[in-house]
C-alpha cells in the first residue's frame, strides 16, 4: 500500500486545495443527499464548509445517464452550498476493495484534511453500499500514517491526515442510530437537494420503476426524518452510526 498514487488519472479535479469541515462520501450520486443532506446544510448554516465525493458516476442506474447524473450532482451542489465536489470514477459496481481504490479515496481525504467524515452504512441493501463503507473507513485510518505516500493531482507529496470524527448514515435498512441530529430547520430545504437528481425519482408515466422511483418513495424518507424527530422531540431527525464513543465537553451545550 506504500506504492505512489496519482489522484489526477482516476478522480475528475476541478478546483484547487480547500480544507473542510466536513467531507461526505457516497457510493453514487444522490447517496448524500438522501441521507444526510440535511446534517450538511445544518453544518453549512452553523458557518463550517461541507464538501462530496462520489466515489462512481453511477454509470449502471437504471434511469439516467452517467452524464445526466454529473448535471443533476452539480445542481445539487449549487443547491446545498457545498464548497467542492468531487466525482471518482471508480466504476459503478467495480467498487472493489484494492490499492487503486483505497488509495484513491486516502487522497481526498488528504486533500479535504476534513474533521468529519461520513460515509455509507456497513450494512446495506446495495453491494456498493457495503464496499464503499469499508474503502472509506480504512482511508479514514490509513491517511493518517506517514509512511504511505500519495500524490496530489500536480504531483505532490500528500501530508497525511487522520479525521477525528467517522460517521456512518443510513440508507435503505432500517438500523437504530447511534446518534440523532436535529433537522428539523434544514430537512425541507434538503429536499431541494434531493430533487436536484430528478432522473431517479417518480414522474407520470416513467419506465422502469426502480426502488427510489416509486412514488411513495420520497414520501417515505420524510417518514423516517419524522420519526427519527420524535425520537429526540423534534419534527426531524438524520440517524447516524458512531465507529468511537464521542467526547461531550461542553456538558451544558449538549442539552441546549
Not at 455509507?120 to 441493501?125: F, G, S
Not at 472509506?136 to 504511505?148: E, H
Not at 491526515?161 to 436535529?182: A, G, M, N, S, W
Amino acid at each position: 500500500m506504500g506504492r505512489q498514487y496519482n489522484l489526477q488519472k482516476y478522480s475528475i479535479v476541478e478546483h484547487s486545495s480547500e480544507n473542510v469541515y466536513a467531507l461526505a462520501f457516497g457510493a453514487h450520486p444522490d447517496d448524500v443527499e438522501l441521507s444526510c443532506g440535511a446534517t450538511l446544510l445544518k453544518i453549512i448554516r452553523e458557518g463550517r464548509s461541507a464538501a462530496v465525493c462520489d466515489l462512481t458516476k453511477g454509470e449502471l442506474g437504471t434511469l439516467g445517464s452517467a452524464e445526466t447524473r454529473k448535471n443533476e450532482s452539480e445542481h445539487a451542489r449549487e443547491i446545498m452550498g457545498y464548497s467542492q465536489r468531487i466525482t471518482l470514477d471508480l466504476g459503478d459496481g467495480k467498487l472493489w476493495y484494492n490499492e487503486k481504490n483505497l488509495n484513491a479515496v486516502i487522497s481526498v481525504i488528504r486533500r479535504f484534511r476534513p474533521t468529519v467524515v461520513f460515509a455509507n452504512p456497513t450494512e446495506e441493501r446495495h453491494p456498493d453500499h457495503i464496499k464503499a463503507s469499508r474503502l472509506i473507513a480504512d482511508a479514514v485510518y490509513y491517511a493518517g500514517l506517514k509512511q504511505l505516500i500519495t500524490l496530489d493531482e500536480t504531483g505532490k507529496v500528500q501530508e497525511p491526515h487522520r479525521p477525528p470524527h467517522l460517521f456512518h448514515y443510513l440508507q435503505f435498512r432500517h438500523i437504530e442510530p447511534d446518534i440523532i441530529i436535529d433537522v428539523s430547520d434544514t430537512f425541507q430545504a434538503s429536499r431541494a437537494g434531493v430533487l436536484a437528481f430528478g432522473s431517479q425519482f417518480y414522474r407520470e408515466g416513467s419506465e422502469p420503476e426502480t426502488l427510489i422511483s416509486r412514488k411513495e418513495f420520497l414520501t417515505g424518507l420524510e417518514a423516517r426524518a419524522r420519526y427519527f424527530g420524535e425520537q429526540i422531540g423534534t419534527m426531524y431527525g438524520e440517524g447516524l452510526l458512531t465507529t468511537r464513543t464521542p467526547g461531550i465537553r461542553n456538558f451544558t451545550g449538549l442539552f441546549a
